[in-house]
């Protein structure tokens, strides 16, 4: 008996001693294939006209920052000069969040905006310190913080320079957050469309400032769990030495199980004083796939599968319902279409094909142009529930990033469902896009309303969106102004509703566009799509649309046609 | 003696409402954690859309009763069989968030809170 005992577990510790030997043998397995000189030349060929854009761009706009700081030397805080200024500033650095002008103690005294208690004046600290000496060693020079979470939660980094008083004296520091997303995504999304590439972006320090997926932003390429692959680690290593070159790795690839090889290049950029970014450019996006998908549910479907879990998640447990809805194998599951639930703070609930995201709060979470999906999901829950746009990847077509519809409906007051389809006919799944400038320049439209309301007030923008050749008009965008009771101040695109109450105006989808853009001015400002009668054919179109309140009781915003 | 008068009687007044509010939002609890029928308003546009789902009662619902915080409820007959009920232009000129409750009234007369749902109109 005792030896038929050791021959099993001899037996059995020498499968073991074979198996772990074989996936010691497979993780090592994948080895680096070296890269032509031809792929690097085509790959620097394309990165670096982005990197000097992107200097050009961060010299810009600290030499903004600069000129307005000159400014504001020995200009007292209550003079209506300083916000205008900052105003200004906001407008002219259209992938900025705010701009603030902080005392010696970092204690905010004048802001362009003040969304919450922790933007409040004489009680807002700055979220980096910087001695006198720091802002003189400097120079012209602005001073670049790390990536981190800035006022109201958003984050980015900033710009700082000095601000001194009528003698001299140093007084201060105005600041401008930087939305990292914004400066970013658009270049990505041209890498993308025009080379096949795709960016991301680390301080010299390891952290990640930009990448297209947004769970990666911010975690430390050294030090992250995530990270540690043999082949990645030194790559990583290479990037934070070197300001440049060129390099390969194993990282996962969009199915986050398998391991595939990545080629990068890279080059530095200097934002400004004290900080390096490595811009890389990697290969690793997948064609699309022509394959079409099995035919696509009906909005109606849609909408009837999101209220079959309504009703299941009324007539039972929160528990249960999420259960189910997790159920890769459940009910819930239909083709391409599952139930995903979040609680209205944007926390994962369900999400039955990533379950590692459940618990994962997403509300920052943005698609390449800027919208915040769960924020919008959100509001539309709050509206009873919906339709609601946005751009994601699809797994169908690897991953690539595809216009869907989504119907969400609230459970109860603390959290919400939905499912979505994806829309192949519309131009944003069709390899179209939103160039980086057509959305700055909506920022800038509608910032600059903003900035001529206060200085010649709100008539006036009134009358220059309603005037074709006014100094306002920017070609192939519709400036609008509305307000908080959804009366149309002046519409470019469609000048007739102009004095009209549109809050009752829905289209196809039932969507009211105008309470969308209220409540999304309402609460800060940013991007949505919408479905709109374009003249003269008044024919359904997507547009992008950008807004931002110019007072508590009026809106501005602007909007482009897609496609 | 007039002092600790006051305290108790303002003791006795706190803990009088206390208790009100606390058994109103108990029955509420109560009456909505298993409704009669299950119903969903929404919003669309200048309407409010009520989708009717299931319930042991569907078939004695006569009417539902649409209540807009700040304003007059409004009752609409349900037909036999109807999956929703329309109400037209009931939220023109409301913004901001309003609590809504739709009330269901069954042929034996009762009235029964069906759903409350806090509405963002902008």
Redesign the interface.
Known sequence: MIRYLKIVITGLLLVLICTSGCIIFAENSTELKPVSAEQINRMDAALYPLTYLITKDMEHACSLVGKTARELDGVPTDDPAVELALMKLRRDIPFSFEAGLFDKNDTLIASTEDRGKTMEIGVGKATHHYTEEELKAAGPACIVSGYSTLFHGDKGFTFTTAVYDAQGNYNGTLRVGIDTWSLFSGINQFLRNEYGYTLWVTQNDGVVIYDQDTTEIGRNLITDELYQTSSLQDTVQTICEDQSGNASYLFYDVTWVDLSQINVVWDTVYPGYGMEWRIVLTDNVPAKTETETTTTPTTEELKSFV?KA??YA??HTKEEALHAFNDKNGEFINGELYIFAYSMEGDVLSIPYQPGLIGVNRWIREDPNGIKIQQRMI?RA?????YVNYMTANPEHQYAQEFKLSYV??V??TWFIGAGIYVQENPLSQNHYVTWTKRQDLTYQVRNMQYLAKTEGIPAVVAMINDPSSDLQIEGLYPFSVT???IHLADALNPELAGT?Q????NSL???IV?EV??LA?AGGGWMYGLLEIPPANEEQYVLIYVEPIDAATYAGSLIILG | MVISLVITVILILVASLGGLLFGASYILDQSLSDPDV?V?????????VV?I??GRRLSELMQLSLEIEGYAPVVKDVPSGAKEIVYS?V???I?G?RN?GVRGIFTDGSVKLLKV??????
């Open positions: 209220e309504y009703v009324q007539t509001a709050q509206q009873g529930g919906g409906m609230p109860d007051d908080e009771n959804g109450n809050l009752g105006m829905t039932g969507m009211s309470r209220i409540s309402q | 299950l969903h308003p929404s919003l669309s546009g200048n309407d409010i989708t789902y299931e232009s939220a023109v000129q913004t968030t809504v749902l806090v509405l963002k109109f902008t």
